[in-house]
């Protein structure tokens, strides 16, 4: 009778063991798969705009790219050429940015003050 407990508690030990070791290797492989998940969502949009930029590529003639692509890459120290993204903005632009920001800023604070007139009439 004690063997049979012995064995007994043994056999639920190594179970529990068992179940363990599995549980937390699963644990593993779903963090893997999700860390694999979002590093790809992370870099749809590089491949978004590298296929809009080739389509766009794709529509002008050879020339005309090339003389184009000569305007927007520069040269590395080997000679060839690289594609270096500039943001520029003209003062017309950051004027326009200007407006829309205070066309917002309003529109938030006439939300904001029909929301109390609301509140004050509901209230009465």
């Known amino acids: 009778m004690i063997g049979n407990r012995i064995a007994f508690q043994l056999l639920c030990f190594l179970f529990l063991a068992l ?21 790809e969502i992370k870099n749809e949009w590089m491949r978004q705009w590298a296929r809009t930029v080739l389509i766009t590529e794709r529509g002008i003639p050879p020339k005309e790219r090339l003389r184009q692509q000569n305007l927007y ?37 006439d939300h904001r003050l029909n929301s109390l007139r609301r509140s004050r009439i509901s209230s009465r």
């Open 19 to 39: 179940v363990y070791i599995l549980l937390v290797n699963l644990l593993i492989a779903m963090m893997g798969d999700t860390y694999t998940r979002i590093a």
């Open 73 to 109: 890459s520069e040269r590395m120290a080997t000679g060839e050429k690289a594609l270096v993204l500039k943001q520029t903005m003209s003062v017309s632009i950051i004027r326009i940015y200007a407006q829309l920001e205070l066309f917002r800023a309003n529109s938030l604070l």
